[in-house]
């Protein structure tokens, strides 16, 4: 089995709606990281599972439609597992036979895994 993967960067705000009290009720940013892997079996003719060059077009949307944006226009309730699944259904649309994964991390110490 072959993986491979890419990070990306982005920095956006956010607001959690919570029954509770918490921090993360009041509008606050992150400098988001999120790592992308496609695994597959099998490698395309030119000995690549995806040339990593293809993988910046997930890049490209985030610098458009995500970066320096809040993100409660984008999902409604933007936890890190919601941002991660989120970006798993456009990763998936463009790259379907893979399996995929995504990592999001809000900060030095914290990572979410959505997978399949």
């Known amino acids: 089995m072959y993986t491979i993967s890419k990070e990306f960067h982005f920095e956006a705000s956010h607001l959690l709606h919570l029954p509770y009290e918490s921090k993360c009720t009041r509008m606050h940013g992150h400098s988001y990281r999120v790592v992308v892997e496609l695994e597959s079996d099998q490698l395309d003719g030119n000995g690549m599972v995806v040339d990593f060059t293809d993988l910046g077009e997930f890049g490209d949307y985030i610098a458009d439609y995500v970066d320096h944006r809040h993100l409660n226009g984008l999902v ?14 456009i990763v998936k649309t ?10 999001v991390s809000e900060t030095a110490k914290t990572w979410v895994t959505y997978t399949e």
């Open 76 to 89: 409604a309730q933007p936890t890190a597992e919601n941002i991660a699944h989120f970006f798993y259904q």
């Open 94 to 103: 463009t790259w379907a036979e893979f399996k995929v994964t995504v990592k």
